[in-house]
């Protein structure tokens, strides 16, 4: 119970838990996450729409995840046994990747800008179709977000 | 019941692309009673002596969507763009209302059929064999709100395939065969597609258009340029272009060197200073009847026309990459910009003014057509639905003894209209029931729609797709040539939006690679290295008109305003199958010569899929309905004159799509334009006559 109250606060230590499980998640680091401007709604936005005892878990794994792990390798090779390889864990983490690179949510977008910051688009230096219009004759050139 | 009884001189029916323009054009002249004919407006003096041509529209959509001045429209398309944001699925119809006392065709509704049990899923009833995969949409300004505006000319030999390639096709209900030649040619249409061009703003190169036609290319487009320059080709486009200019692909009988074009398309780049001044297409008077010509008189540059809200917005494409379902700033045409030259006229102080001779009403669904002894079209009637949310409606009849009526509701809509028309006459003393327009029994036939076969691969290095327009280049080799004697023609536009078609790209990739546990780095580079590299070919192939595949009407069927829906009946023959056939095999060399790892995949689950000589094949819809009330040149052969009039009343017209008696490879909207705008020649002929009396 007490847990579940913190998680409620965004200023709270469990913010924290998730937006470094998320970048290490992603593969996208803290700040560009911080970019999208939409770190707190979907924060929010999964507590409203998870059974809090689930998410409490998934941030609860995530923590000790982190605690125990003091080089990226160990990061990553834990993160493979304690989440990715437990079957409620992965699914978990496949939901909130997919909402960072797509902005969906069970297939459902949060709102109408989390379709514009999904950092799927980013990947492939493109941008969402139908925002963020990058002007007339950009597609005939190499994007300019490429290093060559 | 009401009844409407201030008289228009016209109805028409639907405010597509069709219905537009034939008001813009009709508007753009007036009767000069003195003289007794009709003259464009800008010829006009001030006097009293002038008869405006009153026009009244009916369009099945939201009244919403046809507010048209400055701040509606820009807030209804806002909210049209806020929908396509939010929709999960983001298929063409996925921004606009889905309407229950409306409803369109989506392909989201398509599934396989399992005959004898139709597919009654969506709007459409679908017995099949083979579902019809295309969608379109019943909005202000019709279905070229998410049309791709990729605008090529016919070709010559689409026209005549009778007399080229001797094809013939049956005849409904009988073993005879019906020759399929168009009662207009290339040459007859050429001066309208200029005009069609210039209405829905093309840009293009002429200089680097390059078909397989034995006509040259001084003979197929003249001295001519398009109104705006070329839409700048894809860097994905080059890189392919690269690979594959110069060589040839083999099919079973024949060589073919591969054409790399670029495409002409209907959305906005820089305005060619070749082509110069903007243009006016007037009615001059012959004889007896006009001729529209292309007017060069006018003294302002062409410009582009952005955005209906706000002209200087879309002035430009600015790559927004989603012109089908939305383009977000209006840099692509649609039928709304058509409309609002209609229903704005400038004033003597040069200023916009509602033009008050053009009445639309909206939310207003026509469903029936009678007939009066003379076998005129006497009453259009409609069912008026009160809000977005019921489906409560109120009748409404609008005498048309002494109007014009134009449908143009588009090749589901008009047939399905027609044939829920029946009337009784007395002949030789015995009462016949007959259908509207109907005589030749070819309403409803020929149901046509390209066949696209999509194939898909990574290329070796990353072109960086998803960016721009949504095909920029298209592969014209296959367009004509001997072997349509014994399959399809098609063409092979080259899609810039990566698999995000077939295969649902780029959410299908990153749940790939979360199921297959990559995370982190690893799935960031998994990601980039995928996406980076998709490419898509298309092979669009033609259909030909085959008289079982049909829309028809039944009382078991009909929608929340108790209007029948769609009936479709439709199959495939060996002559497309054929063509898929050979297509693959290009396909396949191409990949090979580019080096591109196939990852195409056709499956049994797939809606539209078939086996051909031990092979599967699937195929998407193209959005080109076509054929349902073809042009011919007898009341025997078709619904149709070259007109676009009916045969079989005086003042009936049926336009858009469904009068093309054969598809070809082109996509259909230009040429669509192109011979609904000659139809106005013989609607002011008609008007003439009509004011006269
Ligand atoms: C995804 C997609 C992409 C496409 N891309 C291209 C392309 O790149 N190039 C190309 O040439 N073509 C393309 N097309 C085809 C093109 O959109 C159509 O050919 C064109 O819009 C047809 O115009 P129309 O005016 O005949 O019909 P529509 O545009 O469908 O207009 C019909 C109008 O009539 C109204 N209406 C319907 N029924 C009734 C009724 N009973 N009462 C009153 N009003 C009614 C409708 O609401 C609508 O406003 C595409 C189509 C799709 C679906
Ligand atoms: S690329 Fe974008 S701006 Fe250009 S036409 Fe398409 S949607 Fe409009």
Known sequence: MIIINKILNVDDYYFDVFMSISESLTGFSVNELQATGLAETYYTYILGHLDAATFVEFLTVSKNVFETSFTEDQLRNTIASEIMADPGMNDMAGKVVTMWYLGTWEGTYINDLSYKEGLVWNLMHAHPPGAKQPGFKSWSIKPVTTKS | ?693
């Open chain 2, 1 to 693: 019941m009401s009844k409407t009884d201030n008289k228009k001189d016209v109805i028409i029916v639907g405010t597509g692309i069709a219905g537009s323009l034939i008001a813009k054009l009709l508007t753009d002249h007036v009767f000069d009673v003195e003289k007794g004919k009709m003259i464009h407006r800008a010829d006009a003096k001030k006097s009293e002596t002038i008869r405006e041509i009153s026009i009244l529209m009916y369009e099945a959509g939201l009244e919403a969507g046809l507010e048209l001045d400055s701040a509606s429209s820009m807030t209804t398309y806002n909210e049209y763009m806020r929908t396509f944001y939010m929709q999960e699925a983001k298929v063409p119809n996925s921004p606009y209302p889905n309407l229950k006392q409306a409803p369109s065709p989506n392909v989201l509704d398509i599934e396989p059929i399992i005959p004898p049990f139709p597919d009654k899923k969506g709007y459409l009833v679908q017995f099949g064999p083979m579902p019809f995969a295309s969608d379109a949409i019943r909005v202000g300004g019709g279905t070229t709100l998410h049309w791709l505006g990729t605008t090529p000319r016919m070709l010559p030999n689409d026209f005549r395939l009778t007399e080229k390639y001797g094809i013939e096709i049956d005849s409904p209900d009988s073993d005879q065969k019906t020759p399929i030649n168009w009662p207009i040619d290339y040459n007859l249409l050429k001066p309208y597609y200029e005009m069609a061009e210039f209405e829905i703003g093309v840009s293009g190169d002429v200089s680097k258009q390059e078909y397989p036609i034995s006509e040259s290319m001084e003979q197929y487009y003249g001295d001519y340029v398009f109104p705006m320059e070329e839409i700048p080709q894809s860097y994905m486009d080059q890189k392919i272009i690269d690979g594959l200019t110069g060589t040839n692909v083999q099919l079973n009988f024949q060589t073919i060197p591969l054409l790399m074009v670029p495409s002409p398309q209907g959305r906005n780049s820089t305005p060619n200073p070749s082509y110069g001044k903007t243009r006016l297409i007037k009615a001059e008077a012959l004889q007896s009847g006009y001729q529209l010509v292309l007017d060069r008189s006018e003294k302002e540059e062409y410009k582009a026309l952005g955005a209906v809200w706000n002209p200087y917005m879309g002035e430009r494409c600015e790559g927004n990459a989603s012109c089908v379902p939305i383009c977000p700033v209006q840099a692509k045409y649609n039928a709304l910009k058509t409309l609002k030259k209609a229903l704005y006229k400038m004033n003597d102080n040069e200023n916009l003014q509602r033009n008050p001779y053009l009445e639309i009403k909206a939310q207003s669904v026509v469903y029936r057509l009678s007939v009066d002894e003379n076998e005129a079209i006497s009453k259009v009637h409609v069912r008026r639905y009160i809000s977005k949310e019921k489906t409560d409606f109120v009748e409404e009849v609008i005498d048309t003894s002494d109007s014009i009526v134009i449908l143009a509701a588009n090749a589901f809509e008009n047939p399905k209209i027609l044939l829920n028309s029946k009337y009784t006459v007395i002949e030789n003393g015995q009462k016949v029931e007959k259908i509207v327009a109907n005589r030749s029994d070819q309403v409803g036939r020929n149901l046509m729609d390209h066949m696209v076969m999509l194939t898909w691969g990574l290329f070796p290095e990353p072109i960086y797709s998803y960016r721009g327009p949504g095909s920029t280049t298209n592969i014209s080799s296959f367009r004509d040539g001997d072997f349509r004697s014994e399959f399809s023609a098609w063409i092979s536009p080259l899609d810039n939006w990566g698999w995000s078609w077939p295969a649902f790209s780029p959410g299908s990739d990153v749940s790939e690679f979360l199921s297959e546990g990559l995370f982190g780095a690893a799935l960031r580079d998994a990601l980039t290295y995928r996406l980076s590299r998709q490419v898509l070919f298309h092979f669009e192939i033609e259909q030909l008109p085959n008289p079982n595949n049909r829309v028809t009407i039944n009382d078991q069927y009909v929608d929340a305003l108790g209007i029948p829906r769609p009936v479709v009946n439709y199959d495939l023959t060996d002559y497309e199958k054929r063509a898929m056939e050979q297509a693959k095999l290009a396909s396949d060399q191409m990949f090979e010569r580019l080096e591109i790892e196939d990852f195409t995949q056709y499956n049994a689950s797939d809606n539209n899929t078939f086996v051909y000589n031990n092979v599967r094949y699937s195929y998407n819809g193209a959005g080109h309905i076509v054929g349902t009330h073809r042009m011919g040149f007898t009341p025997e052969d078709s619904v149709t004159n070259s007109y676009c009039k009916s045969w079989d009343h005086p003042n009936l017209y049926i336009v858009g799509a469904g009068n093309m008696t054969t598809l070809g490879t082109s996509n259909p909207t230009l040429t669509l334009s192109a011979f609904t705008i000659r139809s106005v020649e013989s609607i002011l002929t008609d008007l003439e006559t009509q004011f006269k009396n």
